[in-house]
């Protein structure tokens, strides 16, 4: 069933990959808040290594993760609904979310 509780992620540049595209998908359906101080990393993309005869390797990709309103987030990131200026990486996120809540 549906939750009417407001919801918040915490992002900010370290924030990449996997918690990018659920980021993403909560922003993009009105379902949480986003907040940090900053965009996040912009990893979109699903990539294999190959290795090769001579021992070097080649990075392959394979895919791109798009957000559910078609968004890539490649080298763009996501840029949070609320900047959290006092939040800092070994802040709490009590104190990232100070002045939102």
Request: net charge neutral; hydrophobic share 35%.
């Amino acid at each position: 069933s549906e939750t009417q509780l407001p919801l918040y992620v915490l992002v900010d540049e370290k924030t990449a990959s996997a918690s990018e595209i659920l980021t993403a998908a909560l922003q993009d359906n009105h379902r949480a808040t986003v907040v940090g101080p900053s965009k996040t990393f912009g990893k979109g993309r699903i990539q294999n290594v190959q290795a090769l005869p001579s021992g070097s390797g080649i990075a392959i990709t394979k895919a791109k993760y798009l957000s559910p309103s078609g968004r890539d987030i490649q080298s763009v990131g996501i840029a949070p609904d609320i900047t959290a200026k006092t939040c800092a990486p070994k802040d709490s996120a009590m104190n990232c979310l100070d002045g939102v809540l």
